[in-house]
């Protein structure tokens, strides 16, 4: 199985920052794509960044020039550096990885338990 283990959430004032951190624990998984996705009060759950293991990133449109998304393939790690908050960013955040066991053709999808932010003043 595959475990991810999220840290960094809190409460900050707008115009402030915070960085996220998930951690991927499991062996022989691929982890080619690791993300973020965040659900809001009364939201659906939306995408918010994605970086592949070729390094590719991709970003919500409400997000792009303020967050910033990078990893570390050796270590299955991914941090989301969010600059600029504003209240509307408060949300659960999400860490997701989609990737293969082994030899396996097929995609699994696992999710993170979640870490709380709170933009706020």
């Known amino acids: 199985q595959v475990q991810l283990v999220e840290s960094g959430g809190g409460l900050v004032q707008p115009g402030g920052s915070l960085r996220l951190s998930c951690v991927g624990f499991g062996s022989d998984f691929s982890f080619s794509v690791m993300g973020w996705y965040r659900q809001g009060p009364g939201k659906q759950r939306e995408l918010v960044a994605t970086i592949a293991s070729g390094g590719s990133t991709y970003y919500a449109d409400s997000v792009k020039g303020r967050f910033t998304i990078s990893g570390d393939n050796a270590k299955n790690t991914v941090w989301l550096q969010m600059n600029t908050l504003e209240p509307e960013d408060t949300a659960v955040y999400y860490c997701?990885?989609?990737?293969?066991?082994?030899?396996?053709?097929?995609?699994?999808?696992?999710w993170g338990q979640g870490t709380q932010v709170t933009v706020s003043s």
């Open positions: 997701n990885t989609n990737g293969r066991h082994g030899s396996s053709f097929r995609v699994n999808t696992y």
